[in-house]
């Protein structure tokens, strides 16, 4: 049994375990290198025989084989959207790691270059982990990133450009002089890794390292004049209780005023900051949005943010290790993540390749600055072809209308629903504290009130196989108050056994008094991302239909509640391939 896949499964239960965890020592500071990925020896040098499509994306970014894991170093350089990863070359499972690199003009259309940095040193030659790409003044680029040293200690190091007059940044060099940042006294070099993008503030270069203390979940800072030699903080920039291993942290300003992106450094009064980790102990993401005090190198999150994994999260499904950067082309700040597969170990050597990256999403901090939103970057439009469009379509209790004249496996579906009122709402229990359970408990059959109702995606004819991703809403304690329940619901998305199917769910926090909320869902064949009320909530469901593929898939949308939904305006379009990791000629 797939011990992981079950306590994902389980919220209540892995509270529980956290729990027993955190009552024990994680043990000895300078021990071997932790685990971030199951390893499976047989399988990491086994390179693809062959590559299986039925259930490979269209348009998301992924190589042509092979595991990929961690979009690391994103940046914009010289005419080219950069953006590197962790790659397995020579396997379809985690092993091997290299920093593979693809270049782009419009984030859309890819081409690969060789791997930019792999194991040769002895401050690496164990592995060549996650990092951050930051652009030095006089458009220097340089990258840190996480080294397995001899010791097997996790280490910082970096790397420069061979040529930085090559726009594409084919070969890198790793100076002699690394490692630059080591774990030091008191610092468990075993949990040491994932450096974000540097800022620069008062004359010096900062940045986080994760790491913990025990259970404490760690965000070291490291202040240098020179970005070669590094000092680390009397104290962490921020740390939280009983959360363990902070993974590929994330550190960036965001304007208070609109939805522009901010340069890294960029402070002052009009500026927030949002701390973003990936817990090893969960592996999901979560987020505060807080104030950052450079003169005493502290961020406070704001009391609307909760500091833990009850707090908020990019995304509320399949979503990991993501990382932003400032686009300078058009003024914005851009989110990458990881979406790893589903299915079992032995499925993706069979299909030759596992993981993909979501599209890449603009971020910014929503009016009442209280969360982030997020939409997919305007340049995936280009990809629109075929376009079915609907208005004032009612739907009642217990009907479903298929979405035709467009290919429902690659497809992008945008729909706002608007219902007459709220009056019969479900109450909300107060005891229903995770959305992830109250989606398994009130799944999309389940009838309400106000919903069921939204998308069936992924589909096959008769309904044998399908993903939901649909709204349902409650009346609050406060009559003037409702709360607003997403899910993404992958049990009914296969025939095929042995494979994690969970309802994804998150609470979206929208105002509702127009009587309207809206859905995006981008279909790519094994994945759907959904985008609730304007990226107010996101959810990433990885799914393996066996009878909804390619030409069989079937899109609908459904209402399963009593009162009647309308479909205010519904567009669906047919998503074209983009130019996906060839190499570049």
């Known amino acids: 049994m797939d011990v992981s ?57 992924q190589p042509p084989k092979h595991w990929i894991n961690d979009p690391n170093g994103p940046m914009h350089y010289k005419g080219w959207y950069h953006l590197f990863y962790q790659y397995n070359p020579k396997g379809a499972v985690w092993g091997n790691i290299v920093w593979a690199h693809s270049v782009s003009k419009d984030l859309v259309n890819w081409r690969a270059l060789p791997p930019a940095i792999y194991p040769t040193k002895p401050f690496d030659i164990n592995g060549c982990w996650s990092g951050s790409a930051t652009v030095l003044p006089g458009n220097r680029p340089i990258i840190l990133y996480t080294g397995i040293d001899t010791k097997n200690h996790q280490v910082q190091n970096y790397a420069v450009p061979a040529n930085a007059s090559d726009p594409y940044l084919r070969e890198w060099t790793k100076p002699d002089n690394n490692p630059i940042v080591d774990p030091g006294p008191g610092v468990n070099a075993s ?18 390292v994760g790491s913990r203390r025990k259970h404490r979940g760690m965000a070291y800072l490291y202040r240098s004049r020179d970005f070669i030699h590094w000092t680390k903080a009397k104290h962490p920039l ?32 009009g500026v927030k900051h949002v701390l973003k980790v990936s817990l090893d102990l969960t592996r999901y993401e979560y987020y ?32 990991y290790a993501s990382k932003t950067f400032f686009d300078p082309v058009k003024n914005r700040r ?32 929503d009016s009442y600055g209280k969360q982030l939103l997020q939409w997919p970057v305007e340049e995936l439009e280009t990809l629109r072809g075929q376009n079915v469009h609907m208005s004032s379509v009612k739907l009642n209790n217990g009907e479903h209308v298929e979405i035709k004249g467009i290919t429902a496996a690659q497809a992008d579906v945008d729909v706002v629903f608007s219902f ?27 009838p309400g009130n106000v919903g069921p109702f939204g998308l069936l995606t992924l589909a096959s004819e008769h309904l ?17 108050k409702h709360k607003v329940l997403m899910c993404s619901d992958a049990r009914s998305s296969s025939l095929k056994s042995g494979i994690y199917k969970p309802s994804f769910a998150g609470f979206v926090d929208v105002d509702l008094s127009d009587g309207k909320i809206s859905l995006r869902s981008l279909i790519d064949h094994s994945v759907v991302e959904s985008f609730g009320a304007g990226g107010k909530t996101c959810i990433t469901s990885r799914v393996y239909p066996t009878l909804a593929l390619l030409g069989n898939a079937r899109l609908f949308t459904f209402n399963n509640g009593t009162q009647t939904i309308t479909i205010e305006t519904l567009d669906a379009w047919s998503m074209n391939r983009p130019v996906m990791n060839q190499a570049l000629e």
């Open 288 to 319: 505060t949005i807080g104030t950052y005090h450079p003169d005493k190198d502290r961020y406070m999150p704001d009391n609307t943010s909760a500091d833990g994994w009850s707090g908020l999260r990019y995304d509320y499904g399949n979503f």
């Open 238 to 269: 921020h740390s939280a209780p009983k959360t363990g291993m902070w993974e590929c942290p994330d550190f960036f300003p965001v304007s208070k005023n609109n939805a522009n992106g901010l340069d890294t450094s960029a402070l002052g009064q």
């Open 334 to 365: 851009l989110l990458w993540g990881w979406a790893n597969e589903s299915d079992a170990v032995q499925s993706d050597v069979q299909k030759g390749w596992a993981g993909i990256q979501t599209i890449p999403r603009k971020i910014w901090l």
């Open 464 to 480: 044998e196989e399908f993903t939901p991703v649909f709204f349902r809403i409650f009346k609050a304690d406060d009559q003037n």
């Open 5 to 61: 896949r079950f306590l994902r499964k389980s919220p209540a239960l892995v509270f529980y375990l956290l729990l027993v965890i955190v009552a024990f020592d994680f043990g000895d500071e300078n021990c071997a290198v932790e685990a971030r990925h199951k390893v499976y020896p047989e399988y990491q040098s086994l390179p693809a025989v062959s590559v299986k499509y039925a259930h490979r994306t269209g348009y998301h970014f």
């Open 191 to 208: 949990a040491f890794r994932d450096p974000t993008t540097a800022w620069f503030e008062d004359g010096h270069w900062k940045i986080l």
């Open 420 to 446: 007459s009122s709220l009056d019969g709402a479900e109450q909300f229990d107060s005891s229903w504290l995770n959305a992830q359970d109250l989606c398994g408990l009130k799944g999309s059959g389940v």
